[in-house]
C-alpha cells in the first residue's frame, strides 16, 4: 500500500521558516517525481513545486519562486519542502503527491499539514 | 498562471449524467492532452480520477469520462451515485512547464 506522511507545518510568524517533511512507503520512491500542493481553507488547490526522481531538476510556482526550496533523500525516501519568507497568504494544507507516470499529475496524495502564517 | 475555469456547482439526480467543464487557454488544455481530473470529498485528499484527458486509472468506474475539445476539457459522470458528491478539480501542464488546476467544482446529487 502506497503511503505518504506529511510533517512539519504549524504557526510561524509572517517572515518565518517552516521545513516540511513527507516520508513514502509501499512503492519505489526514487523512481517517481514527488510534489507540493496545496489548498487554502475552503478553497480550491494550487500546485507549489516539482522535484525529479533523482532530485536533480526542480520546478515551482511563480508564488513560491525564490522563497520555498524542494529537495529529496531518495535514501530515507522522504521529500522535504523548505519555506522561508512567508507570508500570510501562505497559509494553507500542505499536500505531498506522488507522480505518476508523468510528473505532471498526481496519483497518490497525503493526508497533508497545516501551515498558518499569523501575527 | 490563472488558473483553469470552472463551473462553481452542479447537480443531478441519481442515475443521471452530468458534465463539468474545464476551460483554459491554448497554452495550457489547448497546448497538450495533458488534463486530469480529481475527485475531493470532505475533509479528504484529492483522488485521481482521469489522466492525460480520458484514461481512467485502475479502480475508477467507467462511469467517469473525459475528453477535450481545442482549449476546453470536460469530465462526465454517467449513472450518478450519491457517493458522487463530491468537488471536482481540473487540471493541465503549460507551456511554462507548470501545472494549473480549475477552481474547483461542487456536485451536488439531489
Known amino acids: 500500500e502506497i503511503r505518504l506522511l506529511e510533517s512539519g507545518g504549524g504557526l510561524v510568524q509572517p517572515g518565518g521558516s517552516l521545513r516540511l517533511s513527507c516520508a513514502a512507503s509501499?512503492?519505489?520512491?526514487?523512481?517517481?517525481?514527488m510534489s507540493w500542493v496545496r489548498q487554502t481553507p475552503g478553497k480550491g488547490l494550487e500546485w507549489v513545486s516539482t522535484i525529479n526522481n533523482p532530485g536533480s531538476s526542480t520546478d515551482y510556482a511563480d508564488s513560491v519562486k525564490g522563497r520555498f526550496t524542494i529537495s529529496r533523500d531518495n535514501s530515507k525516501n522522504t521529500v522535504f519542502l523548505q519555506m522561508n519568507s512567508l507570508r500570510p497568504e501562505d497559509t494553507a494544507l500542505y499536500y505531498c503527491?506522488?507522480?505518476?507516470?508523468?510528473?505532471?499529475?498526481?496519483?497518490?496524495w497525503g493526508r497533508g499539514t497545516l501551515v498558518t502564517v499569523s501575527s | 498562471q490563472s488558473a483553469l475555469t470552472q463551473p462553481a456547482s452542479v447537480s443531478g439526480s441519481p442515475g443521471q449524467s452530468i458534465t463539468i467543464s474545464c476551460t483554459g487557454t491554448s497554452s495550457d488544455i489547448g497546448g497538450y492532452d495533458f488534463v486530469f481530473w480529481y475527485q475531493q470529498h470532505p475533509g479528504k485528499a484529492p483522488k485521481l480520477m482521469i489522466y492525460e484527458v480520458s484514461n481512467r486509472p485502475s479502480g475508477v468506474p467507467d462511469r467517469f469520462s473525459g475528453s477535450k475539445s481545442g482549449n476546453t476539457a470536460s469530465l462526465t459522470i454517467s449513472g450518478l451515485q450519491t457517493e458522487d458528491e463530491a468537488d471536482y478539480y481540473c487540471s493541465s501542464y503549460t507551456t511554462r512547464d507548470t501545472v494549473v488546476f480549475g477552481g474547483g467544482t461542487t456536485l451536488t446529487v439531489l
Open positions: 509501499g512503492f519505489s520512491f526514487n523512481t517517481y517525481a
Open positions: 503527491a506522488k507522480g505518476g507516470a508523468r510528473w505532471t499529475y498526481f496519483d497518490y
